[in-house]
């Protein structure tokens, strides 16, 4: 990783940053469109395409489900019940401050409620990986808020089939339906319905590129969560910071694929350069070297600055996870645009990713600045109902016609004033 002397805030940031990529678009529109205009076959073909062979019936059935349960240990049901409670306890905690309202003046009552939406689909990585947490992540704050009916899309392996891991923290966590299809083809397939798959009011879910730029090219015909793209982890550590758990911890998010963007900040050279050391010492020693090497050389970096540039900067770059390994934790306190903020030592982000009760489908791309992580405010919408008496319509009447003279708009007014003869 290179170490960088942070002197103009402006400049340091114009020249980092993830970088978005548009060279698939032909490919992934193509897709899309073919999967509207041909349905399942499509879906199949694309999936053969990618390499999942041949698949006979898209939608997990009872008995695959059930097969998936002989087929993973007990410990792994265990350590999925664990990450399902914890996360369940704090999403209702959450739903619990969902107050509905209503509000009289004059003669007109206005109620707001929260409503869950009807339907989500559930984007989840899999093929040659498993994300089973991902399930967790999304199907459980869809299952608290009320979601009716949770749909769970997953690459299938060259075999045609979804890890079982996978399909038993779906059921587990209670998703209602669950097919071997993933990549752009299962965002046509959620956006748009085939014969199999119907078609959904929003999709969440992080997924690679072709998945990011899927949800992008459809956006204006089905809701969405968010455009999560590659990993990102900042890491916030002055001179008292255990730099090799700093080490750690940037190899740990940089494993996920060459282009995460990992990185440190820190206002001492010393730091710095024991971070550096530490990271290279340990490249030697670990699994999926050349992915962590490859993520940590091309995007990573070690930025050295004072205190309140720091600061800036970090909510300037709104990382996914930023973690603050600092004995005074107060100092950051100015920090708020991280989609997660780990605070202390022992808070690593990548048991975030899993059992700390947060949700690891976060923002990525300095969208953190307007949003937070997925939870049960995704799937749910604010319902406004109003019913109001020919009383108040009558003594609002004169502002009103003022507004529509001033907007050139009459005929609002006469539906108004038809009320009031």
């Not at 940053?17 to 199949?44: F, H, M, P, R």
Request: proline letters at 3%; hydrophobic letters at 35%; charged letters at 25%.
């Amino acid at each position: 990783m290179k170490i960088i002397s942070i002197t103009n805030k402006k400049q340091f940031l114009n020249k980092i940053g993830t970088k978005n990529s548009s060279k698939y678009q032909k490919i992934v529109e193509s897709i899309l469109k073919d999967v509207k205009n041909n349905g399942d076959t499509a879906l199949k073909k694309y999936e053969k395409k990618f390499g999942a062979g041949k698949i006979s019936s898209l939608r997990v059935s009872k008995r695959e489900i059930d097969s998936a349960y002989s087929k993973v240990s007990t410990r792994d049901i265990s350590a999925i019940k664990l990450a399902k409670s914890r996360l369940s306890k704090a999403e209702s905690a959450v739903k619990r401050q969902f107050k509905d309202i209503t509000i009289k003046f004059n003669g007109t009552k206005l109620s707001k409620s929260f409503v869950p939406i009807d339907s989500v689909g559930c984007y989840v990585p899999g093929g040659s990986a498993r994300y089973p947490s991902s399930a967790i992540m999304s199907v459980i704050p869809a299952k608290i808020a009320g979601v009716k009916r949770i749909v769970i899309v997953s690459p299938p392996d060259s075999s045609g089939n979804i890890d079982p891991l996978t399909i038993v923290a779906a059921d587990v966590c209670g998703a209602t339906e669950i097919y071997k299809t993933g990549g752009a083809q299962s965002i046509a397939a959620l956006t748009y319905g085939t014969r199999t798959i119907k078609k959904v009011d929003k999709i969440v879910g992080p997924g690679g590129s072709f998945v990011t730029l899927a949800k992008y090219l459809v956006s204006n015909n089905v809701s969405l969560d968010m455009m999560a793209g590659p990993t990102e982890l900042g890491v916030i550590i002055d001179s008292e910071g255990d730099v090799e758990l700093a080490a750690l911890d940037l190899i740990s998010q940089a494993e996920h694929s060459s282009d995460t963007f990992c990185y440190a900040l820190t206002t001492s050279n010393s730091i710095a350069k024991k971070i550096q050391s530490s990271v290279n010492s340990k490249l030697k020693n670990i699994q999926r070297s050349n992915i962590v090497k490859s993520s940590l050389e091309s995007n990573g970096f070690i930025g050295v600055g004072k205190t309140s540039d720091i600061i800036e900067i970090a909510n300037e770059l709104a990382p996914e996870h930023l973690e603050i390994i600092s004995k005074n934790a107060k100092k950051w306190n100015k920090i708020k645009n991280p989609g997660l903020i780990l605070s202390g030592k022992n808070s690593p982000s990548s048991a975030s990713d899993y059992l700390l009760g947060s949700n690891h489908i976060l923002p990525t791309n300095r969208f953190g600045k307007t949003r937070g992580s997925l939870s049960v405010l995704d799937f749910v919408k604010l319902l406004t109902k109003i019913e109001t008496s020919k009383k108040d319509l009558q003594k609002i009447s004169k502002s009103l016609e003022n507004f529509t003279l001033a907007e050139g708009l009459p005929n609002h007014y006469e539906a108004v004033r038809g009320r009031l003869l």
